[in-house]
T-cell receptor, first 111, second 113 residues
């Protein structure tokens, strides 16, 4: 089936650092979504992207829909302890009702 | 808050027993989804529904069945639970016809012993 390659798998960061993660595919997507999941909870939608080249922010989070429509990026500026969790990308192809999911990036704050 | 509840939130059952998980939504969304989440696999689609009595298979549907007799309820049934079905199960709704955004319930942790 279709796959999204999400990287990195995990990140150890210092509080205050900026964070970058991305998702890539060989397929062209119409929509990119970024979610965050905290332990014991369901994923929560952070940012939705609908146009190639689109750059959208949500507080300290900024996501971009790649120009080629085959990738997307999420940046977190000045990380804080509550940013820890697993971040997932998801993409939508054609007119399919389903989303294709990345395997997640686990964000861990160094003590 | 997309008004999605899941029940039970936790369940331990024995191999071979039937199990039904319930997803309930209060906002009349047409599309509903069942996912399972396992370490290293992310979210995998089991089944989805695009209306009352309209359902289709996802990526990992073997061993699962679903039913949707009312808009607000989407049931996932494991006819004969196996240890490989130990997982966290999430229900989701799609926000609307022109949106592919999905919103998730809190999950059900199922352990099959």
């Amino acid at each position: 089936g279709q796959q999204l390659n999400q990287s990195p798998q995990s990140m150890f960061i210092q509080e205050g650092e900026d964070v970058s993660m991305n998702c890539t595919s060989s397929s062209i997507f119409n929509t990119w979504l970024w979610y965050k999941q905290e332990p014991g909870e369901g994923p929560v939608l952070l940012i939705a992207l609908y146009k190639a080249g689109e750059l959208t922010s949500n507080g300290r989070l900024t996501a971009q829909f790649g120009i080629t429509r085959k990738d997307s990026f999420l940046n977190i500026s000045a990380s804080i302890p509550s940013d820890v969790g697993i971040y997932f990308c998801a993409g939508q192809l054609g007119s399919n009702y389903q989303l294709i999911w990345g395997a997640g990036t686990k964000l861990i704050i160094k003590p | 808050d997309a008004g999605i509840t899941q029940s039970p939130r936790h369940k331990v059952t024995e191999t071979g027993t039937p199990v039904t998980l319930r997803c309930h939504q209060t906002e009349n969304h047409r599309y509903m989804y069942w996912y399972r989440q396992d370490p290293g696999h992310g979210l995998r689609l089991i089944h989805y529904s695009y209306g009352v009595k309209d359902t289709d298979k996802g990526e990992v549907s073997d061993g699962y069945s679903v039913s949707r007799s009312k808009t607000e309820d989407f049931l996932l049934t494991l006819e004969s639970a196996t240890s490989s079905q130990t997982s966290v199960y999430f229900c989701a709704i799609r926000a609307g016809y022109s949106s592919y955004e999905q919103y998730f319930g809190p999950g059900t942790r199922l352990t099959v012993t």
